[in-house]
């Protein structure tokens, strides 16, 4: 979460978020272009009278809107100064809020802070300058792509559950990966592999997206073939995954247990010196011909094993059989970080760290001081808006006024 960001903020000096309040101009009144009426389409008006307005706000308490009237149709309209919407409470003292909010407050909270520094604001009115911003930032993945000079070559994603109204939402996350930046957060109707190719095939084309960095779950393989973008799988996952299976089985095959072995003609020691061998290469992860071929020579040795009979568990030798296919299909996808570079010399770690990140600290830790969310769109518009701000830590701000009306 944000305030969990902002603490490291604090003790690192090389991270930094900064909140922009929005203004309250109230000498400065919006120039009008069009009469506002439907239909009308009135470019000349009159200034018709001044017309003082109470204001909620940490500042004024007063402003003055203009009422003006469109030459064509004859009927007035008000404006009102900089920072100021049609409702009575400023958009500096929604700032405020959200700010508060955003910063861990409940709603509650937030509204007594608020009270107590004398700008009272109710817990309800709190919770709709939350959602109102949050719905605003709907544009997180088309300003991030203005940013990144239109493209996102390398796009992470990861899937997230969040339980709202009583039952499990999928939420799926979109980053970029070199940069770590939230692209996108979605709620999807569940986590299949046809859900996630719809989902990413949309996302890596508005995005110009080449390679699609993951975990190394089948539907994630299933989407990026079908999108027909490369795959990076999380290189840490499968290490990880490797050495428990490598530890698992090791003490079967060194003693070939079940016989499974003596049926092919593979020495028990040859057995053991290849699941070591399987996990060196994983763990080294080189890009090379000989890494390639050594993976492929495991695998034959291997392929004699049969297959067990209906109701009947599966062979030490054949397990192997399967484990060695499946860590040499994955080859390409383990490696591709070694040699991939984008279109500015962009470079991947091989890691899912952008997205793990991201999902800590814009939903999940979220989601803890929320106790679930009552709504699917309050997933959304609370998570996108402190992603948003998630991705101005170290620039130049997050201005508020760009997500209050
Ligand atoms: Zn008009």
């Known amino acids: 979460m944000l305030a969990r960001s902002v603490r490291d903020a604090a003790r690192s000096p090389a991270m930094r978020l900064t909140l922009i309040l929005p203004p309250v101009?109230?000498?400065?009144?919006?120039?009008?272009?069009?009469?506002?009426?439907?239909?009308?389409?009135?470019?000349?008006?009159?200034?018709?009278?001044?017309?003082?307005?109470?204001?909620?706000?940490?500042?004024?308490?007063?402003?003055?809107?203009?009422?003006?009237?469109?030459?064509r149709c004859g009927r007035?309209?008000?404006?009102?100064?900089?920072?100021?919407?049609?409702?009575?409470?400023?958009?500096?003292?929604?700032?405020v809020a959200v700010m508060f909010s955003v910063l861990g407050m409940s709603y509650g909270a937030a509204s007594a802070a608020l009270g107590a520094l004398g700008w009272p604001l109710s817990k309800v009115a709190v919770s709709y300058a939350v959602q109102g911003a949050g719905a605003a930032v709907a544009g997180l993945r088309r300003e991030a792509v203005a940013r990144g000079g239109g493209r996102v070559?390398?796009?992470?994603?990861?899937?997230?559950?969040?339980?709202?109204a009583g039952q499990w939402l999928t939420v799926g996350l979109g980053v970029d990966a070199v940069r770590g930046t939230v692209?996108?957060?979605?709620?999807?109707?569940?986590?299949?592999a046809a859900t996630l190719t719809a989902w990413l095939e949309q996302l890596a084309t508005a995005l110009g997206a080449e390679v699609l960095v993951s975990d190394d779950a089948d539907p994630f393989k299933i989407a990026a073939d079908a999108t027909g973008v490369d795959q990076q799988v999380g290189k840490a996952h499968v290490q990880r995954n490797t050495e428990a299976w490598v530890d698992g089985i090791e003490p079967a095959l060194a003693t070939d247990a079940d016989g499974s072995l003596a049926r092919i003609g593979v020495a028990p020691s040859q057995a053991v010196a290849d699941c070591r061998a399987l996990l060196r290469l994983v763990t080294e992860r080189q890009p090379t011909p000989e890494a390639?071929?050594?993976?492929?020579?495991?695998?034959?040795?291997?392929?004699?094993?049969?297959?067990?009979?209906?109701g009947e568990a599966m062979s030490a030798a054949y397990r192997l059989r399967l484990f060695s296919l499946d860590r040499w299909n994955l080859w390409p996808r383990l490696t591709r970080y070694r040699t991939w570079a984008g279109p500015d010399g962009d470079t991947l770690d091989g890691t899912t760290t952008a997205c793990e990140r991201a999902i800590?600290?814009?939903?999940?830790?979220?989601?803890?001081?929320?106790?679930?969310?009552?709504?699917?769109q309050s997933v959304l518009n609370v998570s996108r808006l402190i992603a948003a701000m998630g991705n101005a830590l170290d620039g130049a701000g997050f201005a508020l006024a760009e997500v209050i009306a």
């Open 25 to 71: 101009r109230p000498e400065v009144s919006p120039a009008v272009e069009r009469c506002p009426y439907a239909g009308c389409g009135g470019a000349h008006f009159q200034r018709w009278q001044a017309v003082p307005k109470p204001l909620r706000d940490t500042v004024l308490t007063e402003v003055v809107a203009r009422r003006e009237r469109c030459a």
């Open 292 to 310: 390639a071929a050594t993976l492929e020579a495991i695998h034959r040795r291997y392929v004699g094993a049969a297959k067990p009979a209906k």
């Open 76 to 95: 007035t309209f008000r404006v009102s100064p900089v920072g100021v919407g049609p409702d009575q409470t400023s958009a500096r003292l929604k700032g």
């Open 360 to 376: 800590g600290w814009w939903v999940k830790e979220r989601y803890r001081t929320m106790r679930g969310y009552k709504r699917e």
């Open 153 to 164: 070559a390398a796009l992470g994603a990861d899937l997230t559950t969040v339980r709202c």
């Open 183 to 192: 692209l996108s957060l979605d709620v999807l109707p569940n986590g299949e």
